[in-house]
Every structure is written in structure tokens, then in C-alpha cells.
């Protein structure tokens, strides 16, 4: 089913998995590496978004809300409006530290940072 964007509401996460990332004017920003889930309240706590690494050694993971990404069908890619500086300053970690203390800690900085609506305490 479409959601308001026009995407559906329902996606296999082996479609979502090495994604490209791209920034509005089209430019390369990662992958999605991986999705965290949030087993609490059933949702998607964050994308996780590789970049900044050569042949994966030193790259780096940064939680994104999932909200925050866009699909776009033409360009087969997710797109951000956040700049490649942006997210390089933004919170990030190895996938061990992403989820350490069941991600919660790292879910508010990223959310706060990213000032992104916080699916937890929306009412039903």
C-alpha cells in the first residue's frame, strides 16, 4: 500500500541493504549498510549509512532516521537533505557502538541532531 510519498508501506530490508545514499543535487553520499530495529515499539530506530572508508577499511556508520530518507525511483537511489559535511559531523560509530545499550543513546543524539520527529512518543 502507498504510503503519502507515494512509496509502500512495506519493504524487504535485502531491498533497502547497499542502497546508494545520495544528497539532493544527485552526488554520492554511502550505503545503507544496515536497518536497526526498535523490537519496543515495533519501528525502524535507524538506517545505518557507510561512508568515508576505502575498500571498507576506516569507514564510518551513521544512524539516520529512518524518516529522513527520501526514495527516489529514477535515481534507484535514497536522497538526504543533508550535505556530506553535515552528516560527517553527525553522530556515528562502529555497528557494536550503533547499538550498544540497546541503541538508545545514540537513537536520541541522532534524532536531536538530526532534528527528526521522534516515532516513539507520537500517539496512536
Known amino acids: ?33 544496515d536497518v536497526i530495529l526498535d523490537k519496543q515499539s515495533n ?3 535507524f538506517a545505518v549509512v557507510a561512508f568515508g572508508g576505502f575498500f571498507g577499511m576506516n569507514e564510518k556508520y ?6 529522513a530518507l527520501d526514495y527516489d525511483p529514477g535515481e534507484g537511489a535514497y536522497v538526504v ?19 550498544r545499550d540497546d541503541g538508545m543513546q545514540l537513537r536520541d543524539r541522532t534524532y536531536d541532531y538530526y532534528k527528526a520527529p521522534r516515532y ?5
Do not use: C, Y
Open 1 to 33: 500500500m502507498p504510503t503519502v510519498s507515494g512509496h509502500t508501506s512495506a519493504i524487504r530490508a535485502k531491498q533497502v541493504l547497499g542502497t546508494n545514499v545520495n544528497d539532493t543535487s544527485g552526488s554520492k553520499i554511502g550505503t545503507i549498510e
Open 43 to 45: 519501528s525502524i530506530l
Open 62 to 67: 551513521h544512524p539516520i532516521p529512518w524518516s
Open 81 to 99: 537533505s543533508f550535505t556530506k559535511e553535515q552528516l560527517q559531523a553527525a553522530p556515528a560509530g562502529s555497528i557494536d557502538e550503533l547499538t
Open 120 to 124: 516513539w512518543e507520537r500517539k496512536l
